[in-house]
C-alpha cells in the first residue's frame, strides 16, 4: 500500500494543482482555457414473447467524459485532460449482472518550457495515468457470475499505468507536437494481491504485465530489477509491479477542417502516438498506444465522435480466440496472449468551454 502511495504522488500533486488552477481561473483569464465534453451512447429493445429465433431483451448505454485544462504564459505552457470512458449492456431476461463493453479512465499532463522566445523546441515533462473505475469478474460481469472464479480480474488501481517522460519537445506549428524522452520512468502496478497473481496457462507471464514467474529469488530480481511480492498456491514468485526504464516518442496532432458558411469549422481531428522501449528487459519489442478521434459538429456543440484506440504492450497480455471455434467462455475468448488490441467507439457529444 505505501508503494501505491508513492506511485500515486506525481499524479495526486498534478491533480490538486489542477484543482487549484481552476478556482484562480479569474485572476488569470487571460492565460487559463478550459474545456470539457460529455456523450452517450444507449441502445434498448423490449421481445415479450418472441418469434423463435427472433433474438432477445437488450438495454446498453455508456458514457463519456473529458476535461481539458490549458495554461499558457510567455515561453510556459501546461496542458491537461482527463478522459473517463464507461459502457455496459445486459442481453436477454436471465438473472445476470451487467456485462462491460468499456472501462477506461486516462489522465494525461504536458508541461513545456521554449529553449528561447519564439523557439520550436522546448523543455519538456508528460506525465500519464491509466486505470479502470469498476471491478470487471470472469466474463467481463460486473459482479461474480457462478463462473468458477470468484475474485475479480482487475478493478480500479488493478492494474494502473503510470508514466514519467522528461525529455525536448519540437513544435514546427500549432497543429503538430513531439516530444523524445530518452530516460523515461514506467511503471505497471496491482494494488489487490488476487488480482496480481493471476497469470497465463504456464505461469509464466503476468496478465497485468507486472513481474511474474520462477522460484528462484535472485533470478527473480535480475530479471524484473524489482523483489518479489509473494507467493501463489503453487509456488510461484509474484510481484504487484513492475519498473521500467526506456525511451519514449510522442508525436501529438490536431487539426480543424471544413468551414461553414460562418467561418467555424465543422470537423476537429485529434490524435496521439506514443512508442516506448524498455532498456532493461527486451527493448526490441516497442510498446504502443495510438489514439484517435474525430468530431463531426452538428449544431452548435453537439456532436457525432468517433474514436480509435489501437494498443501494444508486450508485457501486458489480451483476450484472444486463437482457433475459432465456438467452444470460448462466457465472453467469447478462450486464451490469452500477446497481440494487438484494437477499440472503436461511435457517441454523440456535447462540447462546451467555461
Not at 485544462?69 to 455496459?88: D, G, P, Q
Not at 520550436?120 to 479502470?132: C, M
Not at 504456464?202 to 507486472?210: C, I, P, V
Amino acid at each position: 500500500m505505501k508503494l501505491s502511495i508513492l506511485l500515486l504522488l506525481p499524479l495526486l500533486l498534478s491533480f490538486s494543482s489542477f484543482i487549484k488552477a481552476q478556482s484562480n481561473t479569474i485572476l488569470e483569464n487571460d492565460h487559463w482555457k478550459f474545456n470539457a465534453a460529455v456523450g452517450f451512447d444507449f441502445a434498448q429493445m423490449l421481445l415479450i414473447n418472441p418469434k423463435l429465433g427472433a433474438g432477445e431483451d437488450k438495454i446498453a448505454f455508456g458514457a463519456n467524459a473529458i476535461l481539458g485544462a490549458l495554461y499558457k504564459k510567455e515561453r510556459f505552457s501546461w496542458k491537461s485532460s482527463l478522459n473517463i470512458n464507461f459502457a455496459v449492456q445486459k442481453l436477454g431476461k436471465a438473472n445476470k449482472p451487467f456485462q462491460k463493453t468499456l472501462d477506461e479512465t486516462r489522465l494525461t499532463s504536458l508541461l513545456n518550457y521554449l529553449i528561447k522566445k519564439g523557439s520550436k523546441f522546448g523543455y519538456a515533462l508528460d506525465v500519464s495515468f491509466l486505470t479502470q473505475i469498476t471491478p470487471s469478474y470472469e466474463g467481463n460481469f460486473l459482479s461474480y457470475n457462478n463462473t468458477p472464479l470468484r475474485h475479480s480480474l482487475s478493478k480500479f488501481l488493478s492494474p494502473a499505468t503510470l508514466v514519467v517522460s522528461p525529455g525536448i519537445s519540437y513544435k514546427p506549428n500549432d497543429n503538430l507536437t513531439l516530444l523524445l524522452s530518452p530516460a523515461s520512468y514506467k511503471t505497471i502496478f496491482v494494488t489487490d494481491d488476487s488480482i496480481a497473481m493471476l497469470s497465463n496457462s504456464d505461469k509464466t507471464q503476468s496478465l497485468h504485465g507486472t513481474a511474474f514467474g520462477g522460484t528462484d529469488r535472485t533470478a527473480f530480481i535480475d530479471k524484473w530489477h524489482v523483489k518479489p511480492s509473494g507467493l501463489t498456491s503453487d509456488g510461484i514468485l509474484y510481484s504487484k509491479y513492475c519498473l521500467q526504464f526506456g525511451a519514449t516518442l510522442k508525436i501529438l496532432y490536431q487539426q480543424k477542417f471544413l468551414k461553414d458558411l460562418n467561418g467555424k469549422e465543422r470537423i476537429a481531428l485529434s490524435s496521439s502516438l506514443t512508442l516506448f522501449s524498455d532498456y532493461l528487459n527486451k527493448p526490441q519489442f516497442i510498446d504502443m498506444e495510438f489514439l484517435v478521434n474525430t468530431d463531426f459538429y452538428i449544431y452548435k456543440g453537439l456532436s457525432i465522435s468517433i474514436g480509435a484506440l489501437v494498443f501494444y504492450d508486450y508485457d501486458v497480455l489480451i483476450q484472444k480466440n486463437i482457433d475459432k471455434d465456438i467452444n470460448t467462455d462466457v465472453n467469447g475468448y478462450e486464451s490469452t496472449g500477446r497481440g494487438i488490441s484494437f477499440t472503436q467507439t461511435l457517441l454523440i457529444k456535447y462540447n462546451f468551454l467555461f
